[in-house]
């Protein structure tokens, strides 16, 4: 029997025992575009719709022996990071990245909890900026977190833009910032930013609370990277797939966020 080759994507990130967020929703969103999805734990949460009731990392040895196995056995176009919880989590992941040198790397900075919690200590805030950010195709944050990064803040679309640029400056090749958390009732703008400019793509704002739509969106554009689509069409491509799985999204839990549905967009559905 004649079998197709397969293309991978890896995940590094957390897990999340709710099956809305982190390596899980990764991994939905690498099978809905058709990817081989690996993943590597860099955090074991124990969490549901309601929130995080406990944290586990993982020795970094591991962390780094998952990585070593991927890259081992699997044609892998693409790398997505999620939650990286230290500084020492960070260390080791870019050792890994370096040694292994994925075609691509996008990077969601995963620093700012729904809460408005900060997720990351001083020295982890400045080993994501020296030790990932100058490795990354593209970076992912949000507006809490972007305005970690640049220690100011973001409060109308034309801050917004300015943010991108000045977040490329940081050593990224791109940056694709998400507009979710800008105030307001009009469309929702992400603006990506590479080496030819702008480019911005506006969808209707939907209403509700939803759970993993920043690690679904960084995993779709690290998908269509490894399909071979070019970084604009591949993040652009990934806010429509966001669009339309949260808008079909549903509340499995008690909670009151919506999960996404990472097949809304499927024939037949």
């Known amino acids: 029997m004649q079998t197709r080759s397969v293309i991978s994507a890896l995940t590094i990130a957390g897990s999340d025992s709710g099956g809305g967020a982190g390596i899980q929703a990764d991994l939905k969103a690498f099978a ?15 969490q549901h719709t309601r929130g995080v009731t406990a944290v586990h990392v993982p020795p ?11 890259f081992d056995d699997f044609d892998i176009r693409a790398v997505k990071l999620g939650m990286l919880a230290t500084a020492g989590v960070i260390e080791a992941v870019a050792r890994a990245l370096e040694r292994h040198r994925p075609p691509h790397l996008v990077v969601d900075p995963v620093m700012v909890a729904t ?18 950010l100058p490795l990354a195709t593209v970076i992912t944050p949000n507006l809490p977190e972007a305005e970690l990064l640049l220690g100011r803040p973001i409060t109308d679309l034309d801050a917004m833009a300015e943010a991108a640029h000045a977040l490329r400056t940081l ?34 704002r939907l209403q509700g609370e939803a759970h993993g739509t920043g690690c679904t969106l960084a995993s779709a554009v690290a998908a269509n990277l490894a399909r071979g689509l070019s970084l604009r069409q591949a993040c652009s491509d990934a806010t429509d797939y966001v669009h339309a799985a949260l808008r079909a999204g549903s509340r499995p839990g008690r909670g009151d966020v919506l999960v996404l549905d990472h097949f809304a967009s499927q024939p037949g559905r």
């Open 32 to 46: 809905a575009h058709g990817v081989h999805g690996l993943s590597a734990l860099a955090a074991l949460t124990a």
């Open 60 to 70: 970094l040895d591991f962390l780094e022996a998952q990585i070593d196995a991927c």
């Open 115 to 132: 809460s408005g919690a900060r997720l990351l200590e001083a020295d982890a805030l400045e080993a994501l900026r020296t030790r990932l």
């Open 171 to 204: 050593g990224a090749r791109a940056v694709l910032l998400k507009g979710g958390h800008l105030p307001g009732s009009g469309d929702v703008v992400d603006i990506l930013v590479d080496a030819e400019g702008e480019q911005r793509t506006a969808h209707p």
